[in-house]
């Protein structure tokens, strides 16, 4: 498998910087986890829209922006030029639902707070992009096994502040897993890159930033210790805050994972194993 790093930021594609995206070649059949904004900029349109797959680890917008913005329409038209044959399979999470305080007036006539819960429109909006797109979308569970060609499909599931998974591609020989968005505290990203070959795993926080109440996001040496005890041959940081020199995140993490490299927009890999 060849992996193509399209993006490596968050939450917005900034100078060279793009948001997340890989672009996963095995044989005849191209994989794109993720579709954040600018991420697209890196595809040739001609030859990468066909045969593509795209797997969204979560209905985040830095994480799907450029499905609607680029991919949609684009596949329209290559459609309608008669250079795309196949529609581009989507896969998106189940859907999902957020909890808010909603303000109401109680039976005294007075305001109070109550908890709602709301679906996440995001959903609704990728499964409803109308007729000038050429895209066949459907839905995956953690429990879901994808195939496409040679390589297959699984997931796990995060913590974070709405359903995120962590994606694994194996073709018998070489696995890659992609972390998506993931708290540390009992996520499975362990689980699931057990001696991959591969971990492309977020490390959106430096040590001393503050993570705030919620553990939705790793510290880059939190994501070096996932690796420390998965045990990939190679790790690869992701999702850094654009305007940060992507060094500090390594320097971070090297203590704890040696074999550590930053994504770097345009980068190809090459597995062998």
């Given at each position: 498998m060849e992996v193509k790093v399209l993006g490596s930021v968050s939450p917005a594609c900034y100078q060279n910087y793009n948001g997340p995206g890989y672009l996963i070649t095995s044989g005849q059949n191209k994989i794109l986890l993720d579709c954040g904004p600018g991420s697209t900029r890196l595809l040739d349109m001609e030859k990468d829209f066909n045969n593509l797959t795209i797997i969204i680890s979560h209905l985040h917008r830095d994480h799907?922006?450029?499905?609607?913005?680029?991919?949609?329409?684009?596949?329209?038209?290559?459609?309608?030029?008669?250079?795309?044959?196949?529609?581009?399979?989507?896969?998106?999470?189940?859907?999902?639902?957020y909890t808010e305080h909603e303000n109401y007036t109680n039976q005294y006539g007075k305001y109070d707070y109550r908890l709602v819960s709301k679906p996440i429109l995001d959903y609704q909006l990728l499964t409803n992009l109308g007729p000038e797109s050429y895209l066949d979308v459907k839905t995956y569970s953690t429990d879901s096994k994808i195939q496409i060609g040679d390589v297959t499909a699984t997931f796990a599931y995060n913590p974070h502040n709405i359903k995120s998974h962590s994606i694994k591609l194996s073709n018998g020989l070489e696995s890659i897993v992609y972390s998506g968005d993931t708290g540390y505290e009992y996520n499975n990203v362990v689980k699931l890159a057990k001696s991959c070959n591969l971990l492309i795993c977020e490390a959106t926080?430096?040590?001393?930033?503050?993570?705030?109440?919620?553990?939705?996001?790793?510290?880059?040496?939190?994501?070096?210790?996932?690796?420390?005890?998965?045990?990939?041959?190679?790790?690869?940081?992701?999702?850094?805050?654009?305007?940060?020199?992507?060094?500090?995140?390594?320097?971070?993490?090297?203590?704890?994972?040696?074999?550590?490299?930053?994504?770097?927009?345009?980068?190809?890999?090459?597995?062998?194993?």
């Open positions: 799907y922006s450029d499905l609607i913005s680029s991919v949609a329409y684009t596949s329209y038209v290559l459609h309608n030029i008669g250079l795309l044959d196949k529609k581009i399979k989507v896969y998106i999470p189940e859907p999902d639902y926080l430096l040590r001393g930033q503050s993570k705030g109440n919620h553990d939705y996001h790793l510290y880059a040496h939190e994501a070096a210790t996932i690796a420390n005890i998965a045990k990939p041959d190679l790790l690869m940081l992701t999702h850094f805050w654009p305007t940060i020199e992507k060094k500090k995140y390594i320097d971070e993490a090297l203590p704890i994972f040696p074999n550590t490299i930053p994504a770097e927009e345009g980068h190809i890999l090459k597995l062998t194993k």
